[in-house]
């Protein structure tokens, strides 16, 4: 079956690879325009449009997925089917109709759970204990169309969204190769979204990763996991910015106010609105990350301080 693949950040070339290994003929990638990145704000390709490159791939870069002239190349390439995952763009009726199969995505959310584009950030968040990914047709709607096939992963107690996020890639993209073969042999079946159970993912800015530390040192915990590594949690000491790595709750630590710190010789513990947690690594504006005690030591953290 003649694909196209459309894509952009690293997350989504795990499954690119495995189109391409896969018994269909991949013909193209569509990909986000190149954009600015690093010090310089030079134009750089996407992790996909890179992998096409290196690949001998023809890479589409449409400013909008409506411009004629990228119609225009869809329709001259004829594919059957365009699999998607994490493009980064609405994709408009007239590029949907184009291949007979339409276009299908992955999608790393047990649907209707978390539409949108955080959907791993907002598991991990909100306390999921389970989580995983599905492949569905894609329609006008944010993520409304029918479900070809899901699979499930649990949602360890350590995992950061970027950990979560790079096993469902790795798994994901053998659900994506499955849902095509199955495409391609007539055998696949699209279930509609049950009605109930629907709750939406939008991206996770950089306020939702400050930390709260008014709340439990459960919720504590899952934020910064969730924001790690974007956009990164983060809260404020004498005034300036810190990122906070993720932490560990201690159920036996000693009684803290919100935010207070507590600098013992080998840790360094932060008071919430329940037990304290145990920071990992901080990094203050302009430095590099370092384990908490390193940092604590190096600006001499005072009794009664604390974060806010």
Not at 35 to 42: I, N, Q, S, T, V
Not at 162 to 185: K, N, Q, Y
Request: some cysteine; hydrophobic content about 45%.
């Amino acid at each position: 079956m003649r694909v196209i693949f459309a894509g952009t950040p690293a997350v989504a070339v795990p499954a690119l690879a495995a189109v391409a290994a896969s018994r269909h003929e991949l013909v193209a990638v569509v990909t986000r325009p190149d954009a600015p990145a690093g010090r310089g704000r030079g134009l750089s390709r996407s992790p996909v449009g890179a992998w096409a490159d290196e690949h001998g791939v023809e890479v589409l870069t449409p400013a909008r997925p409506r411009d004629p002239e990228f119609l225009d190349r869809l329709r001259e390439l004829e594919p059957a089917c365009v699999p998607v995952v994490a493009y980064g763009a609405l994709v408009p009726p007239a590029a949907l109709e184009i291949p007979r199969h339409g276009w299908i995505n992955l999608h790393f959310s047990l649907l209707p759970a978390w539409r949108g584009a955080a959907p791993v950030q907002h598991a991990v968040l909100h306390g999921d204990e389970l989580t995983g990914a599905s492949v569905f047709q894609l329609e006008e709607g944010l993520d409304t169309g029918p479900v070809y096939g899901t699979l499930t992963d649990e949602i360890r107690a350590t995992d950061t969204s970027g950990d979560l996020l790079g096993r469902l890639a790795d798994s994901g993209a053998g659900l994506l190769v499955a849902v095509l073969d199955a495409i391609a042999d007539g055998t696949a079946r699209a279930e509609p979204q049950p009605a109930d159970g629907v709750s939406l993912a939008p991206k996770l800015t950089v306020d939702d990763a400050r930390v709260r530390w008014g709340d439990p040192a459960f919720a504590v915990d899952r934020r910064i996991r969730a924001c790690t590594p974007a956009p990164g949690g983060w809260t404020t000491f004498r005034d300036e910015r810190v990122k906070l790595g993720p932490v560990v709750p201690v159920p036996d630590g000693p009684e803290l106010k919100p935010g207070e710190l507590l600098v013992e010789k080998s840790r360094v513990l932060a008071g919430t609105a329940t037990v304290p947690v145990r920071l990992g690594e901080v990094r203050a504006a302009g430095k590099r990350a370092m384990d908490a005690t390193d940092w604590a030591r190096g600006v001499r953290v005072g009794t009664g301080e604390d974060f806010a």
